[in-house]
């Protein structure tokens, strides 16, 4: 072989997890975001006679903005008190990364059935599959969360 490729570059210039989660501007972008996303599927989803098209693209719009909702809730707290981002929810590091990887799942299980789909016919278990992907995401996003409230309340504990 000629040249070989050299992955060591690339990754140093990826940016790190941590760094992505505790961006300033990712609060306000996945709350207003996902909220935007989760509203614009559910009035889509709303008419009775509602094609297979509008149920389709509003799926994708839930499936996308609740886990970019959850991103965002999980962002740390702006450091401007009047900001309307002030929410109180201020997660670990870890507490981030668990909201991160459950989201990224919720995102993965529509696309396993779109892209396997088609190719294996969309046989059972293939749904049985996202939907246990998307579970399992489901689960890690809440279990972030109860985390930092769990937290919360031992060290609110009254004395």
Known sequence: MK???DVGPVAESLPDLDDVLAHP???PIGLVGGFGLVLAGALLGLPAE???FAAVVSGVLVFVGVP???VGLAA???ADESSPFQLGVDLTRLQRRVVAGGAGLVLVAPMTVAIFGPVLGFPDLLWLLAATIAL???VLMLTG???WTS???VEKRPS
């Open 136 to 138: 399992v995401g489901s």
């Open 68 to 70: 970019l909702f959850c």
């Open 3 to 5: 040249g070989s490729l």
């Open 50 to 52: 509602s094609g297979f």
């Open 25 to 27: 501007r990712l609060r």
């Open 145 to 147: 969360f109860i985390a």
């Open 76 to 78: 740390p707290e702006p």
């Open 151 to 153: 937290r919360e309340l």
